[in-house]
């Protein structure tokens, strides 16, 4: 019979503490070179149908994938406002 093992209240806390794998990821630039392990955040927009559209599309032509893309936008927006190009 084996003894059954009571759960431990400092063990589960400190597992909830520890950041997971979708939080921490390898960061992989547009142009395929990887850096250091960096916190990723998730951002959510909404655009019309037609530049959802012309984006894949834009992404299908280039090969690339619609993220790419936008990780390019986000980096031109930073370097057109004085900002180091960091997405």
Do not use: C, W, Y
Not at 1 to 29: G, I, W, Y
Not at 46 to 60: C, I, N, P
């Amino acid at each position: 019979m084996t003894k059954k093992v009571k759960p431990n209240l400092a063990v589960a806390v400190a597992k909830m503490q520890e950041p997971t794998a979708s939080v921490l990821a390898s960061k992989v630039h547009p142009n395929g070179a990887a850096s250091p392990r960096v916190e990723i955040k998730q951002i959510l927009i909404r655009v019309s149908a037609e530049a959802h559209k012309q984006l894949k599309f834009m992404a299908v032509d280039e090969g690339t994938e619609l993220r790419t893309l936008m990780i390019e936008a986000m980096n031109d927006l930073f370097i057109k406002r004085g900002k180091p190009p960091i997405a």
